[in-house]
């Protein structure tokens, strides 16, 4: 188990709760606003018991406005989920997924995030996207 995340440190951007059918979809491009320095994305697993049901995240950067993407390493990002109940080393139901990343050059104001979701469902989903 990795380092307990301290939500206190982020800002939360917004919130969304959605369910959603087989498939993959897009969204973005979005700017990214000057100063922000990490992301954050943590999806409320605790309704995700069944264990045939599955969502896959990618997330890419672009630090020229779209022109190029995943100029950097270690991008693009990803994560992902297969259904079922996740326990940690003492056996607890974890409650969330989540993926943080570093976004480099802050005073760039041509920062763009774009990604996809890929769900075998259907699955309910409550995502917060988090910056810092």
């Known amino acids: 188990m990795g380092t307990p995340i301290d939500w206190n440190s982020y800002t939360r951007a917004s919130m969304l709760t959605k ?12 700017t990214v606003p000057l100063g922000i320095t ?16 599955r969502w896959d995240l990618l997330l890419e950067f672009s630090n020229d406005g779209g022109a190029t993407w995943n100029p950097y390493d270690p991008w693009p990002q990803g994560c992902g989920r297969s259904g079922g109940v996740t ?16 976004l480099p050059e802050p005073a760039n104001a041509l920062r763009r995030l774009r990604g996809s979701i890929t769900i075998v469902g259907p699955i309910s989903l409550t995502v917060d996207i988090l910056v810092k």
Do not use: H, M, Y
């Not at 369910?19 to 979809?25: A, K």
């Not at 990490?38 to 049901?53: E, F, M, R």
């Not at 326990?87 to 570093?102: M, Y």
């Open 38 to 53: 990490q992301i954050g994305l943590a999806v409320d697993i605790t309704s995700d018991a069944d264990p045939t049901k």
């Open 87 to 102: 326990l940690d080393d003492k056996g607890v139901a974890v409650p969330e997924a989540a993926i943080f990343r570093q």
């Open 19 to 30: 369910t959603s059918r087989n498939g993959t979809r897009a969204f973005g491009p979005f």
